[in-house]
């Protein structure tokens, strides 16, 4: 288990954010985990744009395979029911669920892995299991949520996926991981990680909300006002990741909208959906990728390192 041992956090203290934010200096110097990681997320943002969750794309042999694996993890929630305990703590069910991950995470990547490149599965494996919220305090957030993006940016390092399952990744693939989320948050009542609560974008989740954007650019009639409108997220959810997002915290919280989800309602304000996108990813990058709480759990290998690399 070579790999899986090389695989590291590597920004233990305030100052070592450098060594991170380093990698974002042009492609011939650093060639290094920022910028693979911001590209993937990229590259991404561009392929969904203007494209609904229930258009036509390519699903193939590893994505299939993909979806099995998340079926296998939403099964085990089944089989892991939430034990009796006071409600207001997150449910000890989930330590059990988790240590299922945990044991089975390096035979469930090495399906999805070509033979080839096998010995990658340990350090691949590892942010699997780092994507599906902590077992100690029985919590998720943008740090697990970006852990899941660094292990489907491994698989595209090694290639096990391709190009042309850009769409497949998010709208299959991600889309299939958020639902196995939300049912993790529900099920055992996760705390949301390092939560800004009402000035957060969300509890959980920041991805889906930049991508689910990008899908919205140049729509003919919904409007960033429109989402706020129950109507509108009821008829347009499975076509939009924005909306289904939106969706679930109508579900998760009461009140008015302005009141627990202040910055999307700001959000709503804004004119276009391309300054939407925009927007978000600037917040992203200040809010999740440059504070150190979240970078401090991220763990760096030989895929994604913090070191530079000469082309």
């Given at each position: 288990n070579r790999e899986g041992q090389r695989i590291k956090k590597e920004i233990s203290m305030v100052p070592d954010m450098g060594k991170w934010k380093r990698s974002q200096v042009g492609p011939c110097m650093w060639l290094c985990a920022y910028a693979d990681?911001?590209?993937?997320?990229?590259?991404?943002n561009e392929g969904v744009k203007g494209k609904k969750l229930t258009c036509d794309y390519k699903v193939s042999e590893t994505v299939e395979k993909l979806l099995d694996l998340l079926e296998t993890l939403d099964?085990?929630?089944?089989?892991?029911?939430?034990?009796?305990?006071?409600?207001?703590?997150?449910?000890?069910?989930?330590?059990?669920?988790?240590?299922?991950?945990?044991?089975?995470a390096e035979a469930l990547v090495s399906t999805v892995v070509p033979a080839e490149k096998s010995a990658a599965v340990p350090e691949i494996a590892v942010y699997l299991?780092?994507?599906?919220?902590?077992s100690t305090r029985i919590d998720y957030g943008t740090g697990h949520e970006a852990a899941f993006?660094?292990?489907l940016c491994c698989l595209c390092?090694?290639?096990?996926?391709?190009?042309d399952d850009q769409l497949a990744i998010v709208f299959k693939v991600f889309d299939r991981y958020l639902a196995v989320m939300r049912k993790l948050q529900r099920t055992y009542r996760m705390e949301p990680a390092g939560s800004q609560g009402v000035w957060g974008l969300d509890d959980f989740q920041f991805l889906?909300?930049?991508?689910g954007s990008s899908q919205f650019i140049d729509h003919p009639t919904?409007?960033?006002?429109?989402?706020?409108?129950?109507?509108?997220?009821?008829?347009?959810?499975?076509?939009?990741?924005?909306?289904?997002?939106?969706?679930?915290?109508?579900e998760m919280k009461t009140g008015p909208f302005a009141e627990h989800s202040n910055q999307l309602w700001n959000i709503s304000a804004?004119?276009?959906?391309?300054?939407?996108?925009?927007?978000?990813?600037?917040?992203?990058?200040a809010e999740c990728l440059e504070k150190f709480p979240v970078i401090q759990h991220f763990r760096f290998g030989s895929l994604l390192s913090i070191q530079p690399v000469n082309p």
């Open positions: 990681y911001i590209g993937f997320i990229l590259t991404l099964r085990w929630i089944n089989e892991t029911p939430p034990v009796d305990q006071p409600s207001r703590f997150g449910n000890k069910a989930y330590r059990t669920w988790y240590v299922k991950v945990d044991q089975e299991k780092e994507s599906v919220g902590n993006a660094a292990f390092k090694v290639g096990a996926l391709r190009v889906p909300f930049i991508w919904i409007e960033p006002h429109h989402f706020i409108d129950e109507k509108v997220v009821n008829e347009h959810h499975q076509d939009y990741m924005f909306l289904e997002c939106i969706k679930f915290i109508n804004v004119p276009s959906w391309s300054k939407v996108n925009q927007g978000l990813i600037r917040m992203y990058k």
